[in-house]
């Protein structure tokens, strides 16, 4: 069935830039998402890419996807301590633009 | 703005009881869905709602039961609670091709 990967944990110092991958398995998807989640809250839709672009930049934000090989990053550029929650990638499944998350990774920011 | 507001942040309940959780959105989406959030586990669907009185299991559907009597509320009903049902629980709302839009959140703990 469709699954989505991403590794659990992420260590950045402030100032640098992030990298968390996802990787999804339903080449069908029309939208990938990405999710943040700070402590105590639910999730808030951080941005998304239409499945037929390669790249989407939304100020320190950029997505990029490579259909090929089912691989979607998000970047944050000039990380900050504001930055670190969980961040979760999702892709659509099936009708009723149902969703697939993979199981979130932890972005902790230190100076 | 989205807005999904789920009745509690924070509920303690024993075990055999049955307990209800609310949702309600001000959107006018068709589709509503309850999740549970786990550690490392990220986000399963427990059950979806694509119009009034209408449901379709998710993932992971034993143990609970929905209603969906007007379309701006959707409940998550636990028959009689357990303690591996002590989880986060978090309900989104969405429309075809559109991102789903969370809730805060309810930590449930079952004692």
């Known amino acids: 069935g469709e699954d989505v990967e991403q590794s659990l944990f992420l260590s950045v110092r402030e100032g640098d830039s992030s990298v968390i991958n996802c990787t999804y398995t339903d080449s069908s998807s029309t939208y990938l998402y990405w999710y943040k989640q700070e402590p105590g809250a639910g999730l808030q839709l951080l941005t998304y890419i239409f499945s037929n672009m390669d790249m989407k930049q939304d100020q320190r934000l950029t997505v990029l996807l490579n259909k090929k090989d089912k691989h979607l990053s998000l970047r944050i550029a000039d990380t900050q301590t504001g930055d670190s929650a969980i961040y979760f990638c999702?892709?659509?499944?099936?009708?009723?633009?149902?969703?697939?998350f993979g199981a979130g990774t932890r972005l902790a920011v230190h100076p | 703005d989205v807005k999904v507001t789920q009745s509690s942040r924070y509920l303690v309940k024993r075990t055999g009881e049955k307990v209800f959780l609310e949702c309600v959105q001000d959107m006018d989406h068709e589709n509503m869905f309850w999740y549970r959030q786990d550690p490392g586990l990220g986000l399963r669907l427990i059950y979806f709602s694509y119009d009034v009185k209408m449901k379709e299991k998710g993932d992971i559907p034993e143990g609970y039961s929905v209603s969906r009597e007007k379309k701006e509320r959707f409940s998550l009903i636990l028959e009689s609670a357990s303690t591996n049902q002590t989880s986060m629980y978090l309900c989104?709302?969405?429309?075809?091709?559109?991102?789903?839009?969370f809730g805060d959140g309810t930590r449930l703990s079952i004692l």
């Open positions: 999702a892709e659509i499944s099936g009708g009723y633009n149902k969703l697939i």
């Open positions: 989104a709302t969405g429309t075809e091709n559109q991102p789903q839009h």
